[in-house]
């Protein structure tokens, strides 16, 4: 399991407030995109749950106990800047982490317990699709080829949570399709919660289930400080999608359109749910 609970979250630095009284439960296998005006506090909310950042007030719960106050293996995070190691390899950057959690003294392990890693990150490695780069360097790669290197380093150390921290904004349209096919399929293959932050709309209607839009009530310039951000929309996708199974989309309406740019005509209608407080729009138009 890998539920989140966010109570009365408040984030200050000094007489800056930056996120206001945040309450969110996320529920588990969820992928939940964070959206929402540059300053506003996505980035701080993330590197909260993350652990680099401690609340001023309010508590995080995970699966019901709370969240470390440091990052652990539990959450991995990717970054848009490639957060991989250049004096490695592939096969080296995949092997990092389980080799540093299980020999602290030394950081590498030896004979049949390395072979054990190696064989494990080479499968990681044929998952997101750089089976044959496992001698190379980050350097020796593409941008889309090291974020493919990020994903799989950080799914190495089976996080119960992952953390994007807008990963794909760099990346080239078609390379970015590409990534997006990916992570569907990561999301519906591994069991995990999936947080990103995003600018891009079309990216967080295409890939999550939920879409929370963080925003300042108040923003003039004598209440920026004294004011924060919080959850001003909280929107559900419609058709639901859920980890592991393939939505009403995906079945029946792919078949009707060579291109899916072309499916805005079969989208269904905005739907407000019953406790009046989210909103359920069309994934499909």
Known sequence: MSGIEIRNLWKEYGEQIVLENVS????????????????????????MILGQESATRGEILLDGKLLPKEPGPDRGVVYQRYSVFPHMTVLGNVMAGPEMRSARILGRRFGAARRAIADEARAMLAEVGLAGSEDKYPAQLSGGMQQRLALA????????????????????????????????????????????????????FTLSTRIIAFERRRDRPEEQARYGATIAQDILIWPPRVAGRRTMYEIDLHSLRDDPTTMGQFAGTTRPTGDGHAQTYSALG
């Open 24 to 47: 969110l439960t996320i529920a588990p296998r969820a992928f939940v995109a964070l959206v929402g005006p540059s300053g506003c506090g996505k980035t701080t909310f993330l590197r």
């Open 153 to 204: 380093q950080a799914l190495m150390m089976k996080p119960r949570v992952l953390l994007l921290d807008e990963p794909f904004g760099a990346l080239d349209p078609g390379i970015r399709a590409d990534i997006h096919a990916l992570m569907r399929r990561l999301w519906n293959e591994i069991e995990m919660t999936v947080i990103m932050v995003t600018h891009d709309l079309r990216e967080a």
